[in-house]
């Protein structure tokens, strides 16, 4: 059994589809999600005037100052530490989850809990490697309590950094796993099972949806069609950099 067939049979997917029978389609016309409110992330709501332009001026040094003695939202009472990002910051993949989980707020890496095992495997099965090509990083950086999904006001308190880590990073493609993620990112209701499969758009650059690790480790069905989410990963990427002026 090689490497690929393991990490399949991690995914629990067992040697199904192998990627090279996956023939490249045209990168689709970037879908628009339907408009419908989600609380915009309020520049009011930071604290003190010119907090944003204060953070979307910043590098990477400052940026990860600024988030470890953050205390613009709630969420910086119970944290341990806040959890930036971590990889590559000339990556071309951007991974966004939803927000450290105690092991993460503990080891102050995003995913390195039982849904960054997972994640791992993920990338694994289509030659990816954190710290190689990719970026990892959360919609809030720090530790909801108990896990629950951050509000929009935490969301929207912690959204500088993220333009920020995205402005900085110019990722060639950005996949954002789960709703909240997705929502944060699109600006709109999004379910994703019906925003799978799909090329988004943020502000130029191509956004995929797929289901987040940790939801995924309870729905064993889902898992294939993360597998597809995978190939069709793999397969924008190409086109993209196929397509690409050289930078
Ligand atoms: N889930 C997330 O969304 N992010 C992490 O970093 C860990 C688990
Ligand atoms: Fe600051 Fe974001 Fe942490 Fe809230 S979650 S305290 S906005 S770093």
Known sequence: M?????????????PLWRLRDAQPAAVPEPARPEAKAVPAPSPTLAAGEGRGAAIAAMDWDELRGAVAACDACMLCRDRQQAVLGVGDVNADWLFIGEGPGAEEDERGEPFV????KLLDAMLSAIDL????????ANVVKCRPPGNRTPQPEETAACWPYLERQIALLQPKLIVALGRPAAQTLLQAEVKVGESRGRLFDFRGIP?????HPAYLLRSLPDKAKAWEDLCFMRRTMRQLKGDAAPR
């Open 2 to 14: 090689d490497r690929h067939d393991s990490t399949l049979r991690e995914m629990g997917l067992g």
């Open 113 to 116: 809990g039982q849904a960054g």
């Open 129 to 136: 490697r954190r710290f190689d090509d990719v970026y990892i």
């Open 207 to 211: 956004l995929i949806v797929t289901y």
